[in-house]
């Protein structure tokens, strides 16, 4: 059986030894407190061996932050770009056959990062009563083909342009 080594005061990453808990006879149990205030109590291997860094908060954090991109998309702009992908890809989309199958795409610049969509959405005049539309009816959703327009127009342009979406 190896030494036993009194870890008390000792820090660990987020946790400090507190006191010993118990041994269930092979391992050494200690009482930590993580700097987040939660207290826990951890088998000294995995401290020595740096295994366990916190009471699992830093964990929460870490998977929390690489999750995070945008904080956008509860937003109806982010809404509007999920939908534009959406029926132009899949073809189970309703309405598919007036963009996807008509070969109509988003271009790869904004079908793969958000927020070059977002970007190019705010400089070109967006807000929450416009919707998006390709001034080319045939053409791409690219920065070049779209603008923002109300409602009205949208419906307008449609009946003018003899297209169904």
Same mark, same amino acid.
């Given at each position: 059986?190896?030494?036993?080594?009194?870890?008390?005061?000792?820090?660990?990453?987020?946790?400090?030894?507190?006191?010993?808990?118990?041994?269930?006879?092979?391992?050494?149990?200690?009482?930590?407190?993580?700097?987040?205030?939660?207290?826990?109590?951890?088998?000294?291997?995995?401290? @020595?061996?740096?295994?366990?860094? =916190?009471?699992?908060?830093? *964990?929460? %954090?870490?998977? #929390?932050?690489?999750?995070?991109?945008? /904080?956008?998309?509860?937003?109806?702009?982010?809404?509007?770009?999920?939908?534009?992908?959406?029926?132009?890809?899949?073809?189970?989309?309703?309405?598919?056959?007036?963009?996807?199958? @008509?070969?109509?795409?988003?271009? =790869?610049?904004?079908?793969? *990062?958000? %927020?070059?969509? #977002?970007?190019?959405?705010?400089?070109? /005049?967006?807000?929450?009563?416009?919707?998006?539309?390709?001034?080319?009816?045939?053409?791409?959703?690219?920065?070049?083909?779209?603008?923002?327009?109300?409602?009205?127009?949208?419906? @307008?342009?449609?009946?003018?342009?003899?297209?169904?979406?």
């Amino acid at each position: 059986m190896s030494r036993k080594i009194d870890l008390t005061g000792r820090r660990f990453s987020r946790l400090v030894v507190i006191s010993k808990a118990y041994s269930d006879g092979k391992h050494l149990y200690w009482n930590c407190k993580c700097d987040c205030g939660k207290e826990i109590i951890v088998c000294g291997d995995l401290l @020595k061996r740096n295994l366990t860094k =916190s009471c699992g908060c830093f *964990n929460s %954090e870490t998977v #929390r932050t690489r999750n995070h991109k945008h /904080g956008d998309s509860r937003t109806r702009l982010y809404h509007i770009w999920q939908q534009m992908i959406y029926r132009c890809k899949n073809p189970n989309a309703t309405g598919f056959e007036h963009w996807g199958g @008509k070969g109509i795409s988003v271009c =790869s610049k904004w079908r793969n *990062n958000y %927020e070059n969509f #977002r970007d190019w959405a705010m400089v070109n /005049g967006y807000s929450d009563d416009l919707e998006i539309d390709r001034i080319n009816p045939n053409g791409n959703y690219e920065s070049l083909n779209c603008q923002w327009i109300t409602k009205l127009e949208n419906i @307008k342009k449609m009946w003018a342009d003899k297209r169904v979406m």
